[in-house]
């Protein structure tokens, strides 16, 4: 081979080696990219620390903590302190993912009401959940709530005499982010003192917020009948709680009958501040001091509503 025929094999060459480059030079820079987001992906999620859980316990008890593993025997949890714990998987009734939500603005864990559902008389458009129960003691009688089923709740309240016994329904619904409707039904019969008294009181309610903190306006019609003779009248309410800490809560409720056909008893409306102290889990005390307006006229806030709530 000749001079001049070796260089032109070895232009050859480095010609094809440019056309390789040019052409699979891109791709193979694409291909190593490609898997260096991949490893980068993967140590980024091995890197990722698990979030804030709650742990309810058997007990009644609560955990918030971190869990790094479990198996079918036990689970291992991170406690906010740094200490590390199994607990039992027998021990333990639910798991739930924390948010930013459940902390105050210093990082104090505040979460949910347990009985974020309900004031001192009134309810809003949150649904009690499924298979969730409480009872709500106070000095006239219990009234018993369950949730039955999705967004549907049923009770029964009564005095400690028997009467009333009276019957409660309720069907909640989304309206939209932090926003829900309610439309139920409270009827009752004067049980053994006369069977022939009864009375019927549905209602409809639109709250906005969330189990933390909410605003309720409800409005319905009571009407009540005994001895072939019956009454009724509109009534609404304005109310509303907030949890303050993990176990404070400040609630707000109303009970307005106004007289708006201008005959008959002259209206009237309870206002009733107070504060829920949340004892454990499943269980508080609420007290609040009852206001009467009658006639434009607020009388003192010095009549005690006292009640308590115990999950079932």
């Not at 891109?26 to 620390?49: K, N, S």
């Not at 590390?84 to 459940?102: A, E, N």
């Not at 609630?251 to 009958?257: C, K, M, Q, Y």
Request: a neutral charge; proline letters at 4%.
């Amino acid at each position: 081979m000749t001079y001049q025929q070796k260089q032109n094999v070895e232009m050859d060459f480095s010609s094809f080696k440019l056309n390789v480059m040019n052409k699979y030079g891109f791709l193979f820079f694409c291909l190593i990219l490609g898997v260096g987001q991949v490893y980068g992906q993967t140590d980024t999620t091995a890197q990722e620390q698990p979030a804030w859980q709650l742990i309810l316990k058997t007990d009644g008890g609560e955990l918030i903590g971190k869990v790094i593993s479990q198996d079918p025997r036990e689970v291992l949890i991170e406690m906010e302190d740094g200490r590390q714990i199994y607990v039992p998987q027998h021990m333990i009734t639910s798991i739930s993912p924390l948010s930013k939500k459940d902390f105050s603005q210093n990082g104090a864990f505040i979460g949910e009401d347990r009985f974020a559902t309900r004031y001192f008389i009134t309810t809003n458009g949150l649904p009690i959940r499924k298979g969730e129960s409480y009872v709500q003691w106070s000095l006239i009688g219990p009234d018993f709530q369950f949730g039955i089923g999705k967004n549907v709740g049923v009770g029964f309240m009564t005095s400690w005499l028997g009467v009333p016994m009276i019957g409660t329904i309720k069907k909640s619904f989304s309206l939209g982010d932090n926003a829900h409707g309610a439309i139920g039904l409270l009827a009752g019969t004067g049980s053994w003192a006369d069977l022939g008294a009864g009375g019927v009181l549905p209602f409809a309610t639109v709250s906005f917020g969330d189990r933390r903190s909410n605003l309720a306006l409800s409005g319905g019609y009571g009407a009540v009948w005994a001895d072939s003779e019956g009454s009724g009248r509109a009534l609404f309410s304005i109310a509303g709680m907030t949890k303050a800490g993990r176990k404070i809560s400040f609630v707000f409720d109303s009970f307005i009958s106004p007289n708006l056909g201008g005959n008959g008893p002259s209206g009237f409306a309870l206002l009733i501040p107070g504060i829920r102290w949340h004892q454990a889990p499943g269980k508080a005390f609420q007290i609040g001091f009852t206001g009467v307006v009658t006639n434009g006229d607020v009388g003192a806030f010095g009549i005690p509503m006292v009640q308590w709530y115990r999950n079932l």
